[in-house]
């Protein structure tokens, strides 16, 4: 017997007006998007009244909902200059074209000096032709106190469910310890003290199952609709990763062909397909929605792939997650995203509940199920907020997720072209691995599994403050591409000095840890 299933994919409804005016002026209303069609057309037709009321002569040509924007809707909103004056609105723009181009301009000015004096129907800020826009989100837009809460709430429920399900994967080890145990030496990755078991990727899931369960009391319906879209767009990517766990069989070109089926997934059900990188040619590319899904694809694959080569030492594919995913619920709440909130609140509080156990101590690890999930939920939501929010820089996530990213790059380059090996052939020259060979000179050529696990988890420290690096001017810069690219750049060059200087041994002082006496 053969079945389908069909899931309706989530939509971004954008209200989109067009009026004229007596004296020839066509003004041309967009707003950011809602999650719900009714939510929308509210908002349309509250335009239309506004107007109406104050001219009675103005005619409104198109009133509609946009599912799909074309580039030239997509710049309205975004802080690039027009040809044809704007101005900001509290939810988005309005723009005003004539057959004068100085009758637009004083018809947007008069708009401005209206707000001022407070007889128009909303505020404004006029912008004239040629001029970079402000991006300001006034603060009704901000997720507010109450559902911040309730979104801490739903980390807590994460944490705690993530947390037990680790607790029994540690406690009942012995029943799944042929299946699930990482062993010393099998590689020239392992660098763990006894053997663990490598299935904390299941307690993730749990975490976000249980609060999948949860949140219809807690979160809007859309909320709620799109969280499960987007954890049964992630399954795939997680059983490539846990089936390598349990069988140490599966390849890496299975493993990224199951995360390019899960990204397409998400691009089917939520929209999550980039169309632009803010780079001239690229992005008239993307526009193209093939090329802009295959890109995406690839591009997300990739950086579940970069997650599971930095996952090598306790608490350091973890921790960064747990910073970058900050990040992005951030500046989701900047924008009014409850959606992605949600979701990135929601994995950090099962990594939380995770590190209870794997950091400092290692009792248990993620595995590739873990950090192909952690991956692809990363990627994805990065993708999801460039997609939705026009306002946000593509480069934002980009400065988050430039370590693990140079990072996979690197290592090709370095294995490939200087090695002349495979690319994915595993070797032991990473960063993260030359710190714990060459920088934390601490504890060196001890056999004492307590101190070798304690010169293990010394290495998240040193990552976690690369991430940091990179996580607060995106923070800071995230709807300014120009300085994003500035410090994605900056970060690739000290990521290449420092690689170099380590290599060479000429690590700089204040980054080595001595060795202690208590060594043996």
Not at 8 to 19: A, D, E, K, M
Not at 174 to 195: C, E, I, R, W
Not at 303 to 309: D, G, K, P, R, T
Request: glycine share 8%; net charge positive.
């Amino acid at each position: 017997m053969i079945g389908a299933i069909f899931v309706p994919r989530s939509i971004i409804f954008h209200p989109y007006l067009v009026i004229e005016t007596p004296g020839g002026v066509r003004l041309t209303f967009l707003q950011t998007g809602r999650s719900r069609q009714s939510d929308c057309e509210i908002a349309t037709a509250t335009i239309a009244d506004a107007i109406q009321a104050s001219c009675r002569e103005c005619r409104v040509v198109t009133q509609q909902c946009l599912t799909t924007l074309d580039s030239a809707q997509k710049l309205m909103l975004s802080a690039d200059a027009l040809e044809v004056p704007s101005a900001r609105l509290p939810v988005g723009v309005v723009t005003y074209a004539a057959a004068d181009p100085e009758i637009a301009l004083a018809a947007c000015r008069e708009s401005e000096r209206q707000a001022v004096t407070g007889r128009s129907p909303a505020k404004v800020a006029c912008y004239p032709p040629g001029t970079a826009r402000a991006l300001s989100i006034p603060r009704n837009q901000l997720v507010d106190s109450t559902q911040i809460g309730i979104s801490l709430l739903v980390l807590i429920i994460a944490a705690l469910s993530s947390g037990i399900a680790c607790y029994l994967i540690v406690r009942y080890d012995n029943l799944h310890a042929h299946l699930s145990h990482d062993h010393m030496g099998t590689g020239p990755q392992k660098f763990h003290a006894v053997p663990t078991p490598r299935v904390g990727g299941l307690s993730l899931l749990i975490g976000m199952l249980v609060t999948a369960a949860v949140l219809p009391t807690t979160q809007p319906r859309f909320a709620v609709e799109e969280f499960s879209y987007l954890l049964l767009a992630s399954l795939p990517a997680f059983a490539g990763g846990i089936a390598e766990d349990l069988t140490k069989k599966v390849g890496v070109m299975p493993r990224l062909l199951l995360t390019m089926l899960a990204a397409a997934i998400a691009a089917w059900l939520l929209g999550a397909a980039l169309e632009r990188l803010d780079v001239s040619g690229i992005d008239a590319l993307l526009r193209w929605s093939p090329v802009g899904i295959v890109f995406t694809v690839f591009a997300v694959s990739g950086v579940a792939n970069a997650i599971n080569i930095i996952d090598g030492y306790n608490g350091l594919a973890g921790g960064y997650a747990v910073i970058a995913l900050t990040a992005i619920a951030w500046v989701a709440a900047q924008v009014g995203d409850i959606f992605l909130v949600t979701s990135a609140l929601t994995m950090i509080g099962a990594l939380l509940g995770f590190l209870f156990w794997n950091y400092p101590k290692g009792r248990i690890f993620l595995g590739d199920g873990g950090a192909y999930l952690i991956g692809f939920w990363l990627a994805e939501l990065s993708v999801l907020l460039v997609v939705r929010h026009p306002e946000v820089s593509p480069w934002f996530p980009l400065l988050l997720m430039v370590y693990p990213i140079f990072e996979t790059l690197f290592s090709i380059y370095r294995r490939t072209f200087r090695g002349g090996r495979l690319p994915g052939q595993p070797d032991a020259h990473h960063l993260h691995q030359l710190i714990y060979k060459r920088v934390l000179r601490a504890f060196v050529g001890t056999r004492n599994p307590a101190l070798m696990t304690r010169r293990n988890s010394m290495v998240a420290v040193q990552i976690w403050g690369l991430s940091i690096f990179c996580a607060v001017p995106a923070i800071v810069f995230w709807r300014q591409t120009s300085w994003l690219m500035i410090f994605t750049l900056a970060f690739c060059v000290f990521y290449l000095w420092i690689y170099r200087r380590i290599t060479r041994w000429r690590t700089p002082a204040w980054l080595i840890r001595h060795k202690h006496s208590q060594n043996r």
